[in-house]
């Protein structure tokens, strides 16, 4: 697998969806929590979505529990908890694990060795960027706020 556009995950409503659906467009991949000290970075994922998809960037959120345990809700708990705590608009996907040999092959590859942000997950909320080419573009840590100017700079540079 050489680009994100070789994966497919599945939908929090539990459809497959390959990620080649998102050719030509930006992405920005983020394993998410809903009981998170960084939980509240849903309203900023959530304000990237209305100011930069509408010129082409996908966000997508990926919950994950294995990080204290921070998302121990179904698939439709989750759905509803960011419908209406953060009127999350954005497409969400089904609990994977980012870390370990249970992790989703597209996170295998976000941090195997050949990426070039290698290493694991460290919390919820890490970000990676993933140009229309559906190449690695960068990697922001879980304290990069999705509000930062240096997110944003990237983002408006990869549209």
């Known amino acids: 697998m050489s680009t994100a556009h070789d994966f497919s995950l599945k939908t929090i409503s539990g459809q497959e969806k390959s990620l080649s659906e998102y050719k030509g467009r930006p992405l920005l991949v983020v394993n998410v929590a809903s009981k998170c000290g960084f939980t509240p970075q849903y309203d900023g994922l959530e304000k990237l979505h209305k100011e930069y998809g509408p010129k082409g960037l996908a966000v997508l959120g990926i919950p994950c529990n294995q990080f204290g345990g921070q998302e121990p809700g179904s698939e439709a708990e989750i759905q509803e908890f960011c419908r209406m705590s953060f009127g999350v608009s954005f497409d969400l996907f089904a609990k994977s694990d980012v870390n370990g ?31 229309k080419d559906g190449k690695i573009v960068k990697r922001f840590s879980s304290r990069i706020k999705p509000e930062s100017e240096d997110l944003k700079k990237n983002i408006e540079a990869a549209l």
Not at 101 to 130: C, D, H, M, R, V
């Open 101 to 131: 040999a249970a992790a989703a092959p597209l996170y295998q590859w976000l941090t195997g060795s050949e990426s070039p942000a290698p290493g694991a997950i460290g919390w919820n909320f890490e970000k990676f960027l993933i140009g």
